[in-house]
């Protein structure tokens, strides 16, 4: 199964990484063709880049993160939706425009820093749209969202309310996971933002309401020393309902 958040990786002194250190992995569009998936079992990677290679091991372990960089997250339409493997539906509760930003653990220079201004992925968010984002196998990273631009912490880092995902990691016996993390958020002293990430498939989910006042299966700061909160799949398709600016 997975272990911890990568959110434990923002732990900074001085403005670099203090200690190596994560929880290593990681409402809702209803029904819809995108939680099909292939009858042949086989998978579509168009649009993706080349895979690269894993290396090290348990918080260290680097998975994929596309060649070019970041090219193993795309956005994709919802009508391509379903002929992927590892799939997310980003809706939300918002009334106003909120910017996502989807990253790997694993930064474009080889470094654990892929939360420093760094995006695989960007979009607004609109009031009532849904978007499709899909993932290369063995990716792993997070996402961030937030109305207007995504606040920072002091070192740079992407400090609102996290969203953290595996999937089919090599390094983890193909096993895949999702929480949501709202560490870096008040390590920082800001504000804490509702996101809700539900296995679409299976009915897990990780949740936290604005400002952590109702947290489920999911991490705050008091839960930093623990691993496997969340969604652990034990591996085939994903798909993950994720709704920003959660409220409950």
């Not at 250190?21 to 579509?44: D, I, V």
């Not at 193993?72 to 339409?77: C, D, G, H, R």
């Not at 609109?126 to 912490?153: L, R, W």
Request: glycine share 16%.
């Amino acid at each position: 199964m997975l272990t911890k958040s990568l959110v434990l990786l923002a732990a900074l002194t001085s403005g670099s990484l203090a200690r190596v250190q994560g929880h290593e992995r990681r409402q809702t569009p209803s029904g819809g063709s995108w939680l099909s998936t292939p009858a042949s079992g086989s998978y579509s990677t168009a649009g993706f880049g080349s895979s690269t290679a894993n290396s090290g091991s348990d918080i260290t372990y680097a998975g994929n993160v596309g060649n070019p960089w970041g090219s193993n997250i795309i956005e994709v339409s919802e009508s391509d939706a379903s002929s992927y493997k590892n799939v997310a539906a980003i809706s939300g509760q918002n009334t106003e425009p909120w910017t996502v930003v989807f990253w790997n653990k694993y930064g474009p220079d080889g470094k654990m820093d892929g939360w420093f201004g760094h995006s695989a992925a960007t979009f607004t968010l609109n009031a009532g749209e849904t978007k499709y984002v899909a993932f290369d196998e063995d990716t792993n990273g997070g996402f961030a969202a937030a109305p207007g631009s995504i606040p920072t912490d002091s070192h740079g880092g992407y400090a609102s309310t996290w969203g953290e995902f595996d999937f089919g990691s090599k390094g983890n016996s193909g096993w895949s996971g999702f929480d949501v993390s709202a560490i870096v958020a008040q390590n920082a002293g800001l504000k804490v933002q509702g996101m809700k990430i539900c296995d679409a498939l299976g009915g897990t989910c990780s949740t936290i309401t604005p400002d952590a006042a109702s947290v489920d299966n999911a991490y705050t700061t008091a839960e930093t020393d623990i691993g496997g909160i969340g969604g652990n799949l034990s591996g085939g398709p994903v798909r993950l309902a994720v709704t920003i600016d959660y409220s409950g």
